[in-house]
């Protein structure tokens, strides 16, 4: 993405032009909560622990031995460092709310070692997890974090967000690409829980 006029088609584009696409247009749900990003607090680090684990176990990433072994309190001790001492102003942790709920988060950072298109720049700030609770999905809060990455991204020199995509996981790669991200060409091999998961580069303009 540049920053000249919006594709219609780019849905942060979109959100950045302010125009919000309605996921369920034509349809009656009632009222609904406030919506919106802010940045992470020190309160967040146990919901976002405990989000991030719900998220791995209904992608299927974790198995429910797995799950039980993990110590979550060390976990949540890292999620509240990385929330209250950052390493520097492009390592961030926003959270999505939808009143006073944590529905999902989104943390990023510099991005290092990855060999992008020269499109990309020479500042490209990786998304390192974006997670939606499952109960949470189709709302509108991953585009949303998206968004305010990409703003906060620009703030500070940056040129592109990239993040990393299991090949197999579908609903991730559609929401990618339309939220106007490409595949960048790298891939990995990551070890889940004793089985081997290809992820793809996948990278956005901002």
């Known amino acids: ?9 780019d849905l942060l584009g979109a959100l950045a032009a302010g125009q919000v696409p ?29 989000l ?18 993990i110590d979550t309190s060390s976990v949540t ?6 929330i209250t001492d950052p390493p520097s102003s492009r390592h961030r942790v926003l959270t999505a709310v939808a009143g006073a709920d944590v529905v999902g988060f989104l943390a990023c950072a510099p991005a290092t070692d990855v060999p992008l298109p020269d499109t990309a720049g ?16 189709r709302e509108g809060h991953g585009s ?3 968004a305010a990455c990409a703003d906060l991204a ?28 490409a595949p960048a060409g790298p891939r990995r091999v990551l070890d889940a829980a004793g089985t081997e998961v290809v992820e793809s580069c996948w990278f956005a303009q901002i």
């Not at 020479?122 to 999905?137: A, I, Y």
């Not at 620009?154 to 991200?181: I, K, P």
Request: proline fraction near 6%; charge should be negative; glycine fraction near 6%.
């Open 1 to 9: 993405m540049d920053s000249g006029p919006h594709d219609p088609d």
């Open 22 to 50: 309605d996921e369920h247009a034509g349809h009656d749900h009632g009222p609904t909560a406030d919506v919106s990003v802010r940045p992470a607090t020190p309160e967040d680090a146990p919901l976002v622990t405990a």
């Open 52 to 69: 991030q684990l719900r998220a791995w176990r209904a992608r299927g990433l974790v198995t429910d031995e797995l799950l039980a072994a």
């Open 77 to 82: 001790t890292q999620w509240h460092s990385a």
């Open 122 to 137: 020479d500042e490209p700030v990786e998304v390192l997890t974006l997670e939606v609770d499952t109960s949470r999905t």
């Open 144 to 146: 949303r974090l998206l």
């Open 154 to 181: 620009r703030e500070v020199g940056g040129t592109a967000l990239v993040t990393w995509a299991a090949q197999d996981d579908d609903a991730r790669t559609r929401f990618l690409s339309t939220a106007g991200f």
